[in-house]
């Protein structure tokens, strides 16, 4: 199995500006003051091993889209604006794509316009989900005043494919369980199984009280799971401050459920819109000494996802 991140992003696309790009350079030419690099290879070894992420590269352009690969189809979970690059990645291929919505925010639909291969006749497009009104919302989306191109203009076969949660599906080589998850107008998240392993896609959801409780129904849900991609917008001041019941979780409690649902790999997603490259490789920083203070003997792997990552499972 592989997992590949095409939209990190929570809430809306976030871009860096010009002035951001300038002074990740200027931090860069400070870094290499007084060095000489006798090849190109040479030069890259510095610039992965030696400078920071939120230096060499950035976190989080795109809204939610991720990729899961292993299958006999395409897997996809969520329609943000991830889907549009993942789109482009495939235009000269013909094949069969499977979209799991885990709800109709728009930041989770809005590169479904975009999505060319939707444009392209022969293509089959299965939406899924458990929400109703997923059909409704795709074609508001792409109605007057919102969008010149209405859903109708997409030639290739889009079907919908209705799920209920807590029940397992066979769906393009995978199992696939949904779950249902506290969130403004509900989210789910997704269990999918292959050949002994699991990722689980949690975005968008708040854990309250009861997930201190050892019987709280997520931890069967994440339960030794390869990767938990978790909804980690906030850090816990936020969370548990202003942003209490906007729906979304923090890293403590990510590091928290991770270690009692005795997950395997950890990855932080749905990343805060107002926050900067220097603020993730912080939150990321704290994680990892939360976990040291919270188990000396626990070494979940976890990272920071951004657009491009990929996870080998
Ligand atoms: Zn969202
Ligand atoms: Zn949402």
């Known amino acids: ?17 010009a002035e951001k790009v300038r002074q990740k350079i200027i931090k860069a030419l400070k870094a290499a003051q007084g060095k000489t690099f006798e090849n190109d290879s040479v030069l890259e070894e510095f610039v992965d091993r030696e400078l920071p992420f939120a230096v060499r590269g950035t976190y989080g352009g795109n809204s ?27 235009t000269n291929t013909r094949g069969v794509y499977n979209i799991f919505l885990s709800h109709l925010h728009w930041d989770h639909l809005q590169g479904f316009p975009f999505f060319t291969p939707a444009y392209i006749p ?16 795709l ?10 191109v209405p859903f109708q203009a997409m030639r290739a076969e889009i079907t919908f494919h209705p799920m209920e949660h807590d029940v397992v599906y066979e769906i393009a080589g995978f199992k696939v369980r949904g779950m249902i ?21 949690s975005t968008d959801s708040e854990h309250k009280k009861d997930a201190e409780n050892p019987a709280y129904a997520y931890l069967d849900f994440i339960r030794e799971t390869d990767l938990l991609i978790f909804d980690a917008q906030y850090t816990l001041l936020d969370a548990i401050g202003d942003k209490e019941n906007w729906g979304h979780s923090n890293n403590i409690l990510a590091v928290e459920l991770a270690v009692e649902g005795m997950v395997k790999r950890l990855c932080l997603f749905h990343h805060e819109h107002t926050n900067d490259d220097d603020a993730f490789d912080e939150l990321l920083e704290d994680t990892h000494t ?3 203070i ?20």
């Open 122 to 137: 022969g293509n089959r497009i299965k939406i899924y989900g458990i929400h109703s009104g997923m059909e409704q919302a």
């Open 181 to 201: 998850q506290q969130h403004p107008g509900d989210s789910y998240g997704y269990r999918f199984e292959k050949d002994g392993q699991s990722v689980v896609y």
């Open 64 to 90: 939610s889209c991720v990729e899961i690969r292993g299958g006999n189809e395409y897997i996809l979970c969520d329609a943000g604006t991830g889907l549009r690059d993942f789109g482009q990645s495939v």
């Open 1 to 17: 199995m592989l997992v590949h991140f095409w939209g990190t992003r929570g809430s809306l696309p976030s871009s860096l500006n």
């Open 290 to 292: 939360y976990l040291r």
């Open 294 to 313: 919270l188990s000396e003997t626990n070494t979940i792997n976890i990272t920071m996802a951004y657009d491009g990552l990929e996870i080998k499972i």
């Open 139 to 148: 074609i508001a989306q792409q109605s007057p005043p919102f969008f010149p």
